[in-house]
């Protein structure tokens, strides 16, 4: 069986190794150190006596700091073992390992401790193609350092590795021969600095150990005060705490601080997508607005900062459009394979206004929305002069970068997602349905802004009739009305891809749907052909296409169902939503720890157990956030005016719900619940 990888993570940083701490860089996993988008460290293999090591046990004491318990030799030799090994990692923006080597035996010992080291400083993006690239060694004895260096023209990385004890250094390592006294111990930090463009290097200080304790402590009280501004939870039903503890230290660990921006915004997910994304980002605001709202202002200023202003093919940028991903790799950087900054997404637009108005109806920070306005505007503005690419009303997308741009351009990314019923692609430009519901929800939330903020009543009744126009034009051309739900798209000419898809779920989240077609939607939602039992598939059995494992053919997405359920309470389908939510708590609960991206839509009363996808991000964002806004959407939370609403819907089997301290423009409230094998009983308090 392969074996298993292990990470720790500080946003922009992180490492993933094997279960005995080392890093050997596998041509398809993304094994290694990495920041920023570029693999640091390589190769990281502790050996003792030219021995390696094995595993006993690991303390994750945090999300940014791991312990592993080691011994060397094979396993039969474990119990009789003299010698035994502490890897103390901890991660920041710079890596800190303590080695402990401890002689169990009545007499002074001699070992040979080697640690390997070396770097390709790949680009994330190249793992499955790697290339070689010329890297300076320069091995330091004297000042107990080995530093590696790559350079193109300006792009710089380098990884500098120094130890607090004398060392034998070398281009491939360092060496400590060392004598250990009866039951002593010996110990060595070595602090691995990275650095980026063409500076000398960080400052390395000379007390590391005080230095990396400072850090350690700096980020555990970082970690404490994240966890007490969220909300507490108090769950009769076991291990719901502990799940919504858990997403919460996910979303701290993915917090993530872009060059040159002094706040940390989400990013999507380990390993694959370790950048700003925009729609990631955007979603995983507004699923967690009830719990770190923190998120929003910091997420929503970076998008507007990095917001299209020209007309721009390699890069898919136009005036308006918010940003698809920023990234900072070499292939991104020289274009080699994918733009560091790149705006090939129809969705992030018409969501930044749509989390915009969200935020100020939870914060009632009005000043934002002045601030924004421009930004904003522009993004309206956006949805009518470049998203509309036929002229028939319809946000649509087609690439303008040919050789890198994505193919497709809304949350269902992969070059397949889109497809109908028989398996037919439909031509560019494509229209997909969720599009066309936040469009119309970001002109409805735009025309509340425009009256109430920007004092501009004529462009927010503008932005009604425009909004309604929508609708109607949507409901004649989407519906499909021998099968009861809406097209996943429309083609060039107009014509409906008649998929059943899960997006059907964005369209209740977004208001588009009249209420007479509401509940047809919500019993496709929920019906065989797309509920697997651990959620909404994203794509309905008995389709030519549909694959069980195929991440937007079949698959279920926590993050995807997090809308739909809230989707479903907002046309007041109680039953369906808890079903919803009920499904995705028990696929957390079920795989404990963090939340995957997605899990494989195969029947629940089938497999008896989520089946994990190879490829899926864990932890992931929108995915982390997802459980939190499954438990606002169970609890009913909405904010009214300077109160919050509480209308609970819960799940059977959750028992009683309390969530203390809610933040919001009200202070702080308490919200209680019950599911309805128990005593039905629902309040907020106000504190």
């Known amino acids: 069986m392969k074996q298993e990888l292990l990470h720790v993570i500080a946003g922009n940083v992180f490492a993933i190794s094997d279960a005995q701490g080392d ?14 988008d570029t693999r640091f460290l390589s190769h990281w293999v502790l050996r003792i006596n030219g021995e390696r090591i094995n595993a006993l046990s690991r303390d994750d004491m945090t999300y940014f700091e791991t312990r592993f318990f080691l011994v060397p030799g094979a396993a039969s030799h474990y119990v009789d073992a003299d010698v035994s090994i502490i890897r103390h990692r901890s991660i920041h ?44 060694i320069t091995a330091d004895s004297a000042n107990r350092q080995l ?16 130890s607090t004890v004398d060392a034998d250094v070398d281009e491939r390592g360092m060496t400590f021969r060392i004598r250990i006294p009866p039951e002593g111990k010996w110990e060595t930090d070595l602090h691995v600095a990275l650095t980026m463009g063409g500076a000398d290097g960080q400052d390395i200080r000379d007390s590391l150990e005080s230095h990396q304790r400072a850090v350690r402590t700096g980020m555990r009280e970082s970690l404490a005060d994240w966890m007490n501004q969220a909300p507490q939870l108090v769950a009769e039903r076991e291990g719901l705490e502990e799940m919504y503890r858990g997403s919460l230290a996910d979303l701290a660990a993915l917090r993530y601080r872009p060059l040159s921006y002094d706040t940390r915004v989400p990013i999507a997910g380990l390993p694959w997508t370790m950048w700003l994304c925009g729609r990631h980002s955007i979603i995983t605001c507004l699923e967690t607005l009830a719990f ?20 721009d093919d390699d890069l898919d940028e136009e005036p308006g459009k918010i940003l698809a991903h920023l990234r900072y790799g070499e292939s991104g950087a020289f274009g080699d394979r994918a733009n560091a900054l790149y705006y090939g997404a129809a969705d992030t637009t018409p969501l930044f206004v749509v989390l915009l108005d969200e935020y100020e109806r939870w914060s009632g920070d009005a000043d934002l929305v002045r601030e924004l306005r421009h930004p904003a505007r522009m993004a309206l503005d956006w949805i009518d002069e470049y998203g509309d690419l036929t002229g028939d009303g319809y946000v649509r997308y087609q690439r303008r970068n040919e050789r890198h741009g994505a193919i497709n351009q809304g949350w269902k990314d992969s070059p397949d997602g889109i497809t109908s019923a028989d398996d037919q692609q439909p031509a560019f430009p494509r229209a997909t349905c969720e599009l066309q519901g936040y ?10 802004l425009a009256r109430e903020f920007w004092g501009d009543p004529a462009y927010a009744d503008r932005l009604e009739r425009e909004a309604a126009a929508l609708k109607d034009r949507f409901n004649r051309d989407f519906w499909l009305p021998r099968r009861e739900y809406y097209a996943l798209a429309l083609d060039p000419y107009g014509e409906p891809v008649d998929a059943l898809a899960s ?3 964005h369209l209740l989240w977004s208001g588009i749907v009249p209420p007479d077609r509401a509940e047809a939607v919500a019993e496709h939602l929920v019906g065989p052909r797309l509920f697997s039992g651990w959620g909404v598939r994203t794509f309905a059995t008995g389709q030519r296409p549909y694959n069980p494992v195929g991440v937007h053919l079949g698959a279920v997405w926590p993050a995807d169902n997090a809308l739909i359920a809230a989707g479903l309470r907002r046309y007041r389908f109680d039953t369906q939503a808890a079903t919803v939510a009920g499904s995705i708590f028990d696929l957390a609960q079920t795989l404990g720890g963090a939340v995957p991206e997605a899990i494989a839509g195969h029947e629940r009363s089938l ?23 499954l438990l606002a959407t169970t609890l009913g939370l909405r904010p009214t005016g ?17 969530l203390l301290d809610v933040p919001g423009r009200w202070g702080h409230s308490d919200a209680y619940a019950r599911d309805r094998t128990s005593e039905s009983r629902h309040h907020a308090r106000l504190r």
């Open 147 to 162: 530093m590696l260096r790559y350079q193109r023209q300006r792009f710089v990385r380098q990884t500098t590795v120094r």
């Open 607 to 629: 497999t008896k157990y989520p089946v994990q996808l190879p490829g899926a991000a864990r932890p992931q964002a929108w995915s982390s956030g997802a459980l939190l806004s």
């Open 23 to 36: 890093i050997e860089a596998d041509p398809r996993e993304p094994v290694g150190l990495f920041a920023y």
């Open 642 to 658: 300077d109160n919050l609403l509480v209308n609970p819907a819960v799940p059977e089997g959750l028992g009683r719900l309390e």
């Open 439 to 448: 469009a119309y929800d970001a002109k409805r939330r735009g025309a509340r």
């Open 503 to 505: 997006n059907m779920g």
């Open 292 to 311: 770190t709202p923190q998120l929003a202002p910091a997420t929503l200023r970076m998008l507007a900062f990095m917001q299209g202003g020209q007309l």
């Open 93 to 136: 923006d710079c890596v800190h390992e303590k080695i402990t080597v401890l002689n169990h035996s009545p007499q002074p010992a001699d070992f040979t401790i080697r640690m390997e080291m070396g770097s390709d400083f790949t680009d994330i993006a190249e793992i499955g193609h790697l290339r070689e690239r010329a890297v300076e």
